[in-house]
């Protein structure tokens, strides 16, 4: 976990020469560096999370987790947005509208400027909680001795356990949801009339069924329902409103899109205990291998935006979801149960 931040912490360092330099190339870099360390992060955490405590209260844990997630990513984004946004239309205006070279030259460097400060800021932080990580007293786990139990545990190859490799295919069919529910949604409201200034808050709607829906996560989970029934019951609560989306229109279409934050909030919670356990030694491969599965939301998003094209109606290609929370309501059923075998 420590390792993820210091390189987190180093790509957001990374955008100070960025900004000096207003280097497009070198900005990349800071991103997919960031990126990185936030991979490593994710990887080491979630496994973390996942046998720390009780297996069947995994889920528990990870939505909270996942609060903790969304409620910093909109402090953060606001944040953000005041500190690199104020004002930035009249800077825009004025670019298009002087000529003279280095007096846009001036109005960019202005710009670049406000990079420097937050992200500086940003690379303390990250470097800091590294530190504070590695110096705290958080208990080392060990996975092997997590799972003594098992045959699983016992296995000699990481692909005797095939639920594992069912998960991460229900890792990259819920995050390609999730980003299509999430980052789709604005597009929708705008294709059915109502105005971007009404439009541009509908991503917030989705944001906040997730919270929703992490509550409930920690609410129900594990005392009245167990994670698996809770993502059977998400899956279905999927394949419904997204057939509502389908079959309704105006802004009941849209809500209903929105719930869909409900329904998504729990699979990642409940997906991940799902697939690693058992694993024993194989914790942290089984891991990183699911951190691939988010590799969906590059892969599902684009097709979607190719059936909208096919399609002519943006509200037609939402059954492109249908499947992918079909494949989750069939892991949730059985195939989290394909290779596992208790002894």
């Known amino acids: 976990m420590s390792l993820g931040l210091l390189i987190m912490a180093a790509g957001a360092a990374i955008f100070i020469p960025a900004a000096l330099q207003?280097?497009?190339?070198?900005?990349?870099?800071?991103?997919?560096?960031?990126?990185l360390g936030l991979t490593i992060?994710?990887?080491?955490?979630?496994?973390?999370?996942?046998?720390?405590?009780?297996?069947?209260?995994?889920?528990?844990?990870?939505?909270?987790m996942g609060i903790a997630n969304k409620v910093a990513g909109a402090i953060g984004s606001i944040l953000m947005a005041g500190l690199l946004l104020k004002g930035v239309l009249a800077i825009q205006e004025q670019l298009e509208t002087t000529v003279d070279a280095a007096a846009k030259t001036e109005l960019l460097n202005e710009l670049m400027q406000r990079i420097i400060n937050p992200y500086i800021a940003i690379a303390v932080s990250l470097a800091v909680l590294a530190v504070l990580i590695l110096l705290s007293p958080l208990p080392e786990v060990n996975d092997?001795?997590?799972?003594?139990?098992t045959d699983n545990a016992a296995?000699?190859?990481?692909?005797?356990?095939?639920?594992?490799?069912?998960?991460?295919?229900?890792?990259?069919?819920?995050?390609?949801?999730?980003?299509?529910?999430?980052?789709?949604?604005?597009?929708?409201?705008?294709?059915?009339?109502?105005g971007e200034d009404e439009a541009k808050f509908?991503?917030?709607?989705?944001?906040?069924?997730?919270?929703?829906?992490?509550?409930?996560?920690?609410i129900l989970t594990p005392k009245f329902l167990s994670q698996e029934t809770m993502l059977k019951i998400c899956a279905a609560l999927g394949i419904a409103l997204t057939i509502c989306v389908m079959l309704t229109s105006g802004r009941i279409s849209i809500y209903?899109?929105?719930?869909?934050?409900?329904?998504?909030?729990?699979?990642?919670?409940?997906?991940?205990?799902?697939?690693?356990?058992g694993l024993g030694k194989f914790t942290k491969t089984g891991s990183a291998l699911l951190i691939m599965g988010i590799i969906g939301g590059a892969i599902i998003p684009p097709l979607f935006g190719w059936m909208i094209d096919m399609m002519g109606s943006q509200a037609s290609a939402y059954i492109i979801l249908i499947p992918c929370y079909l494949?989750?309501?069939?892991?949730?059923?059985?195939?989290?149960?394909?290779?596992?075998?208790?002894?």
């Not at 994710?42 to 990870?62: F, M």
Request: aromatic share 14%; glycine share 10%; charged share 10%.
């Open 22 to 35: 207003r280097n497009y190339v070198i900005f990349l870099i800071g991103l997919f560096t960031q990126g």
């Open 41 to 64: 992060l994710q990887t080491a955490t979630n496994p973390y999370v996942t046998i720390l405590g009780p297996e069947e209260s995994a889920a528990q844990r990870i939505s909270i």
């Open 144 to 149: 092997e001795e997590e799972n003594p139990d």
């Open 155 to 194: 296995s000699s190859s990481i692909w005797h356990h095939k639920y594992l490799f069912l998960g991460v295919l229900g890792i990259f069919f819920y995050v390609g949801a999730e980003v299509i529910a999430g980052d789709s949604i604005i597009a929708y409201g705008t294709s059915m009339g109502i």
């Open 202 to 218: 509908f991503t917030s709607y989705t944001l906040a069924g997730m919270l929703a829906g992490y509550l409930l996560g920690i």
């Open 256 to 277: 209903c899109l929105a719930a869909l934050g409900i329904a998504n909030a729990i699979m990642w919670p409940a997906i991940w205990p799902m697939s690693l356990k």
């Open 327 to 343: 494949y989750i309501l069939y892991f949730a059923v059985s195939g989290h149960k394909v290779g596992y075998k208790e002894k």
